[in-house]
């Protein structure tokens, strides 16, 4: 029978109600809408009986809810029928993944360790500014790259995200600082990165529905110029990502020489220097007043001499650059040691003098190993799947029971 027959009935509580305890509880078979395209939550809707010809319109509210108002049940969604959130409630669910925990850093910075239903988790950062702040978002649980300076990297790779897992980093930090209604104005979750864990463009066709939803004028409405997107090197991917999505892109760098790229972060071998680069000079929307940022950890004795500058200012000529430099967030055994401060300080003050804006990343979070480079969750790969640890994942799981993580 439609449930549209019968009229609505108020809610009993707020949209976004006690958002903490509406987390998936263990064993609920119900779909999540969350990471659902408009044409999916069409589906849904016709799935619990709604006449085609009400289910533009009712899906339409339902996005509203979700994305704009931030509902965590469909009891609060004043606007549909009683019957209507019935049905919706028996076969699918808006619950957020559970917060297996919550950190915050002396210095603002926020982390979470977010448990799906599979009981697979991630890190998600949140790092404030004065009046704004960025959200790093993880793509992956583990990471295939190895970087050899990220503490992710000594995480198998586990699986990727899907599209709700993705959004559901967003919606749980607006939660926890109740943006909600989607503000228009200032708002604290003004930036996105995708820097956490995982290479998001091996995982692109979910990471890209999950921006479009985020980007979604009627929802979240994040601008794609608050959007950065980090990699490592995916070369062949890097072209459509700027073509489709439009967003700000960064690219996971530091190293000059091949061969020292090819040990910090392996995927060189595959697309090298130049290839990446080229990528970079063909990436749509990239101007003066949208640059590339290239960042660049700072790794004491490998990569930060002074010809080191010289040749980086070389390699990024004609490319609408700017650059970060990130000294180095130490982790459980890491096999690198940071820069000395006078090391970054004549670095930066080459890159500086060639014209090129070089702020030094002020660590943030890294006494919750939330900064760069230092998330890792404790998930490993099924059994059914063995893959030999290693020495860091090893070392990792026996010194943080939790996480922290790596920036792509
Ligand atoms: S730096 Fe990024 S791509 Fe490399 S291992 Fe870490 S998470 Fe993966």
Redesign the pocket.
């Known amino acids: 029978m439609p449930v549209e027959a019968e009229p609505g009935a108020h809610s009993r509580s707020g949209a976004g109600g006690d958002a903490a305890s509406k987390t998936i509880p263990p064993g609920d078979e119900r779909e999540s809408l969350i990471g659902l395209t408009r044409a999916e939550l069409a589906e849904c809707l016709q799935a619990v009986g709604v006449p085609p010809d009400k289910v533009g319109m009712r899906s339409k509210q339902l996005w509203h809810w979700i994305y704009h108002r931030g509902a965590v049940e469909f009891d609060a969604m004043t606007t549909i029928s009683g019957a209507l959130r019935a049905a919706l409630a028996e076969r699918y669910t808006l619950a957020r993944p559970e917060t297996a925990t919550e950190q915050r850093s002396t210095d603002g910075t926020r982390k979470w360790l977010l448990r799906f239903a599979d009981g697979r988790e991630v890190e998600s950062v949140y790092i404030p500014e004065e009046d704004r702040g960025a959200l790093c978002i993880s793509s ?1 649980v583990g ?5 050899t ?5 000594t995480q198998r790779m586990v699986r990727n995200l899907d599209a709700g897992e993705i959004v559901a980093q967003f919606l749980v930090a607006r939660d926890s600082y109740g943006e909600w209604p989607s503000p228009r104005g200032q708002r604290m979750l003004s930036n996105i990165v995708m ?5 998001p463009l091996y995982n692109y066709d979910n990471v890209a529905k999950a921006l479009r939803i985020v980007m979604d004028p009627e929802g979240i409405a994040l601008s794609r110029r608050r959007i950065t997107l ?3 090197g995916v070369v062949p991917m890097i072209e459509r990502c700027g073509a489709e999505l439009g967003v700000g892109l960064a690219i ?1 760098l530091h190293a000059v020489r091949d061969d020292l790229r090819d040990e910090l ?1 392996p ?1 060189n071998r595959k697309h090298p220097i130049a290839e990446l680069l080229d990528a970079c000079r063909r990436y749509p929307g990239a101007s003066n007043a949208r640059r590339i940022t290239f960042e660049y950890v700072m790794l004491k004795g490998v990569n930060d001499s002074e010809a080191d500058a010289r040749a980086l200012i070389r390699l990024i000529a004609g490319i609408p650059a700017k650059l970060n430099l990130i000294p180095f967030n130490p982790w459980p055994g890491a096999p690198y040691e940071c820069s000395t401060p006078e090391a970054i300080e004549r670095f930066a003050a080459i890159v500086n003098r060639a014209g090129y804006a070089a702020p030094v990343r002020a660590p943030r979070g890294r006494d919750i190993l939330a900064a760069c ?1 230092q ?1 890792k969750s404790a998930s490993t790969p099924r059994p059914s799947r063995p893959r030999a640890t290693s020495a860091g994942a090893t070392a990792a799981a026996a010194s943080a029971a939790a996480a922290s ?4």
């Open positions: 992956q990471c295939t790259l190895s970087c300076f990220c503490h992710t990297g820097m956490g864990m995982g290479e980090s990699t490592a996971s972060v995927i480079g998330l993580a790596t920036t792509a």
